[in-house]
DNA sequence: TACCATCTGTTAAAATATTAACAGGGCAAA
DNA sequence: TTTGCCCTGTTAATATTTTAACAGATGGTA
């Protein structure tokens, strides 16, 4: 890529960043449904978003549409994949093959060329040294080891709330680049780590909130 | 609660609300500790934010610590759980029961008292009509009747992608309140209905983003 | 050809969200 | 008792994000 799409890409909103994920995957979809060009509005219904916001995050991709047929849904995809995506692709680690950790690994598996999930660490003495859907499984002590030998940039937490300090004394130890918590307990890392957090107690919560909100109105309007 | 207070409430930012979710699972943990008032700036570090940031999102529930001691933990818990919680509870689906729906169900069940999940839908035969995690699970066509029963509120949506339409279709029907979507094909909903997604595949993408621009960054540095 | 509808791309404005700055007050130590 | 420190609460300033507004361009249509 050249240097001037590089600094393009440099001052990225964070918001549009993960707005481009999404929209990638919603190309992807219209891709293989044999669509080929893709208006702003189109793609900001899906998103429940606005045209104005989907046309303003391609700008600052420099990407450019055409007149009165939209974008190229193929260009588009490339695009977004030079900016997100590594070259090399980036292996993933799944810490803790409890439930969740399963569920995540299933997800995400084949569902991007770029992120590999190449192991799984967990301290169930069953599980080490097998494969748990199709994942190799080490203990937490072989975890420099191996983040090293098989160049794991990420690390997707998922072990119960007791195990994180250990578990993140480790990761750092071991050269992580960057975390995704999925833990309730909040990870603290150096900040060359690159750091994001998902509780999905919260998300409900929040859903539980403007739902009471919504009952609370309808209750005021009825007198 | 009185309605100067439901004022207060009414207008808070999406962001504080998330915030004070997770400030009272914070708070929740300090109090198992035995620890009874805290600071802002406390608070602050295990959220990896300011403390002016805690103590505005207090300001604007009209919370008041007290001066060099903090905020009264106890106090702080009720008040949040004021805000967020329904009185008597909202009850909770989860629309498949899947590896994902069954991750969420075992990691949300019993966390909060106010938020319980009493069914699962799912279309394979040798679920339906047994409890799977405690939780009795559902063939998707009784949704409507067992909504309505069990007066559920809030649907969590765990199902393939391509029975979304369906999916949504019949939550609507059945008169749900808000849906929280962890699949990665966005649905859609009436306005009277609250819509949260959730797509774990953004998240770890934006991961991988800023791994690679931390690493462009540190071979430009290098040259 | 002239007009109209409908896209994109961009700048300007508005709305949200975060951070800075500081007043006010209480406790502790000198 | 006075000084200094370290809290909270709040307003003001800044930064970020979203939305509005509109110029420009293309193709269909009369």
New binding site residues.
């Given amino acids: 890529m050249v240097k001037e799409t590089q600094n393009l890409i440099k001052g990225l909103?964070?918001?549009?960043i993960e707005?481009l994920s999404q929209y990638r995957r919603a190309l992807l979809i219209c891709l293989e449904k044999g669509k080929e060009y893709?208006?702003?509005?189109?793609i900001a219904e899906i998103q429940h978003?606005?045209?104005?916001?989907?046309?303003?995050?391609?700008?600052l991709i420099?990407?450019?549409?055409?007149?009165?047929?939209?974008?190229n849904i193929k260009e588009l995809i490339n695009l977004i994949g030079n900016i997100i995506d590594s070259p090399g692709g980036i292996n993933v680690a799944i810490i803790g093959m409890g439930n969740l950790g399963r569920a995540v690994s299933k997800y995400l598996t084949h569902k991007r060329q770029k992120l590999t999930i190449v192991a799984g660490f967990d301290i169930n003495s069953k599980k080490i040294g097998n494969e748990i859907l199709g994942i190799p499984c080490y203990a937490p002590d072989e975890m420099k080891q191996i983040v090293e030998e098989k160049k794991i940039g990420i690390a997707i937490i998922t072990v119960p709330a007791t195990k994180i300090p250990e578990t993140t004394k480790r990761l750092i130890n071991a050269g992580i680049r960057g975390v995704l918590n999925f833990t309730p307990t909040p990870v603290v890392v150096p900040d060359n780590i690159f750091l994001e957090e998902y509780d999905m107690i919260t998300s409900l919560e929040k859903v539980a909130f403007f739902v009471k909100q919504a009952m609370i109105e309808e209750e005021e309007n009825r007198m």
Same sequence: chains 1, 2.
């Fill in positions: 909103p964070h918001k549009t707005r893709i208006f702003s509005h189109e978003i606005t045209s104005v916001q989907v046309r303003r995050d391609l700008m420099g990407y450019s549409g055409t007149l009165r047929k939209g974008y």
